[in-house]
DNA sequence: TTCATAGTTCGATCATAATCGAAGCATTAT
DNA sequence: ATAATGCTTCGATTATGATCGAACTATGAA
């Protein structure tokens, strides 16, 4: 017997200690690897593999492959709501815990992820144009909207140019120092160019770090607003 | 070890099938006792009341003893957002199941109990009060509000003959059909006497029931809406 | 190529807790 | 008083699944 009834089984995913400590974790919206997990939980990478291939086909979370590592991130907004509704409810007669700090100064603020724009300023970016609808996620990929394309041109880009690429010309990249999803593709390396080309903003020798003037990185701000 | 953090001792709660059945059917707001959970959880009566008193530590479900019986109800509006926001993730990928239905026509509808309405009237009237902020629970006891007591006088009820009794004015009571709360106390029974003289319902000879006319059921329903 | 890092899969162990039979307690009915 | 109903507590059994050691796969670096 022992018939799963709905809710049941999304419980009892989240009643394992090790799990939960995974998906709060995971709550910061950052996506983290399978090593940083198993420390997370305490236990050890088998055992964390097993939990997380659990929740990966039970859909809360969700598995992106980047070179030798595998980020994990939660698969959703509703994840999340229901994670933070659990918290209320736990708070009412138990405790929270606190995260651990970040490190590393400029390489977080802003960097070159391969030829695009990482970091801080580069998760900007990304979450500036979804939210102003000028790119969508569908699925895995990442399409520019028709108001998305007029911003583009009107900021400087020749789109015209980077359409003729076989490659999506958006994609959503993920790195390590800030583990959030931004703008990558050919519009991403497009987008560090013209930052280049403004003034805005130079690389560093021979560093991955991109420095933006003070100005440059005031216009930046003001033309990617959250 | 296997330290408990936060959301885990709720999820593993939650996570038990036994367990997850009887939250599901007290989702509907209704009470109920603890054999009737014991059969919607297809467990036997020690095993229901094992899993009960768990739930109840965890301050997720309420009991309230009336005469031989043990309500179970749940604690809070809290917990049926997290219940219903954990059936929303397990619609993505699981399925839903029904309940039963209710039955018996007329004393489901309005009844004495005791000597105060019952039944969906009685529901309405102690929601609509509710509602209206003319009580609050507080813990365990309901109180009139100040504006309360002003709706209360203006509906014809003379408050300071009720005062003087030493037991609380108001009380909530739980009775079988409808499995909510509904005013009881002093003031339940001011009120259906007070129907009783303005003529909107009288007493059905041998039987429990409660019979409104149409003019006085209009006149119910528009003075305690909800 | 070889080595190292990152991760999965397999298998065995072990602990937790879900379950129910039996007995106990409390409240109401007769 | 005695019986019956409603529920809890105790104890023993059993099953589920969390855990980790060891071996295997894949990607990247020297």
Redo the contacts between chains.
């Keep these: ?17 090790a ?3 995974m ?2 974790a995971l709550m910061s919206g950052k996506a983290l690897t399978a090593s940083e997990l198993a420390g997370e939980a ?1 236990v050890t990478l088998q055992t964390a593999s097993s939990h997380l291939s659990k929740l990966e086909t ?3 979370i969700r598995l992106r492959k980047q070179g030798r590592h595998r980020y994990f991130s939660l698969s959703g907004d ?2 999340g ?3 933070e ?13 606190a995260r651990t700090g970040p490190k590393d100064p400029a390489l977080r603020k802003a960097r070159v992820c391969y030829n695009h724009l990482a970091g801080e300023l580069g998760v900007r970016l990304y979450d500036s144009l979804k939210k102003h609808r000028h790119i969508r996620e569908k699925d895995d990929e990442v399409l520019l909207t028709d108001a998305g394309s007029v911003f583009v041109r009107s900021f400087g880009i020749d789109i015209t140019t980077l359409g003729h690429a076989r490659r999506p010309m958006c994609r959503s990249c993920l790195d390590w120092s800030a583990r959030r999803t931004h703008m990558a593709g050919s519009l991403g390396i497009a987008f560090l160019d013209r930052f280049y080309d403004l003034g805005w903003a130079k690389r560093v020798d021979g560093s991955r770090v991109v420095s933006f003037s003070p100005q440059g990185e005031e216009n930046f701000l003001k033309t990617f607003q959250l």
């Design positions: 017997m022992k018939e799963g009834p709905d809710i049941a089984l999304i419980g009892a995913l989240i009643g394992d200690p799990r939960a400590n998906l709060t305490g039970a859909r809360l509703d994840v709501s229901v994670l509704a659990l918290m209320g409810l736990a708070a009412k007669y138990g405790h929270t815990r």
